[in-house]
């Protein structure tokens, strides 16, 4: 066989399949999204604006925090064939406590069924004093899980300083992921969860296939700066708790999380995801 002939066919089968092994690759990665939360302004001010302003960045999804409770079916379906047109996916929504209770519950069935969400995260909670406040936690998301899951549609828990400061030496997140369904998301914020001293991928390792998305939320130690960084710019490990992620935690979806910057929103949320790309993820 003539070996310049092999390398040359071996050459173009090559370049001819590369497209398509990107194309591979691209389909099989974990997509990038946004909490709506980073871009509350916008949103507020012009919320079919601001949603086509994320698409064009390329975020391949997103999450609507607490006001699109209030939107009517009508609303919703405008919103939802707009993201349709756009190409661009509402993977989950961020609820008040409020919402995932039987009488708030079914509101939010039809709006999120609408919308095409796959989560309905609880993202705050007020729980009674000490363990058995955060044991009555699980069971109000045991509880919401229960009435989502014939939708189709299934409950989360959004995690804050709060649930990663121990009260009588544990950690209420422990409580929660001990006594919620295996079916509850714990979606990690990984922000908070390094500001009060947790170790987010050791977190991931503890509960394998439960951290079905993460917020991408950085925070720095330095004083006066906080979460006023980009991604990357902070203290947070993003190659370890990516990795854990994606191979042990169950990472379905990803959401850029901002609270504000130096830049603009818009700006930010940009910035964001270049750096984010930039870091070859």
């Known amino acids: 066989m003539n070996t310049t002939t092999f390398s040359r066919r071996c050459f173009l089968a090559f370049t001819a399949v590369m497209p398509w092994a990107w194309r591979a690759r691209a389909a099989t990665a974990i997509p990038m999204g946004i909490e709506m939360y980073s871009v509350r302004e916008e949103l507020q001010k012009d919320p079919h604006g601001t949603v086509r302003a994320i698409a064009e960045m390329g975020y391949q999804g997103l999450e609507f925090y607490a006001p699109y409770f209030e939107w009517s079916p009508a609303q919703a379906k405008e919103m939802k064939k707009l993201m349709d047109d756009l190409g661009i996916r509402c993977f989950s929504t961020h609820n008040s406590a409020d919402y995932l209770k039987k009488e708030n519950i079914q509101k939010a069935i039809d709006l999120n069924l609408i919308l095409g969400s796959k989560y309905v995260v609880m993202a705050s909670s007020q729980p009674k004093p000490g363990l058995d406040g955060w044991k009555e936690v699980a069971d109000a998301l045991n509880s ?12 989360g828990y959004h995690n804050h300083q709060l649930e990663f400061t121990p009260v009588d030496g544990v950690r209420p997140m422990e409580i ?58 902070g203290k947070a490990d993003w190659k370890g708790i990516l990795a854990a992620a994606s191979s042990v935690g169950g990472a379905e979806y990803y959401l850029m999380e901002q609270e504000g910057s130096r830049y603009s929103e818009l700006e930010t949320a940009k910035k964001c995801l270049e750096l984010y790309r930039a870091k070859g993820f």
């Open 176 to 233: 929660l992921s001990k006594n919620t369904k295996p079916s509850v998301m714990l979606q990690l914020d990984v922000g908070t969860c390094v500001e009060v001293g947790s170790d987010p991928v050791a977190w991931i390792r503890a509960n394998p296939g439960r951290i079905h998305s993460v917020h991408c939320k950085d925070w720095s130690p330095e004083a006066g700066i906080g979460y006023s960084v980009l991604f990357g710019e």
């Open 144 to 155: 919401a899980a229960d009435k989502l899951e014939p939708a189709g549609l299934k409950a």
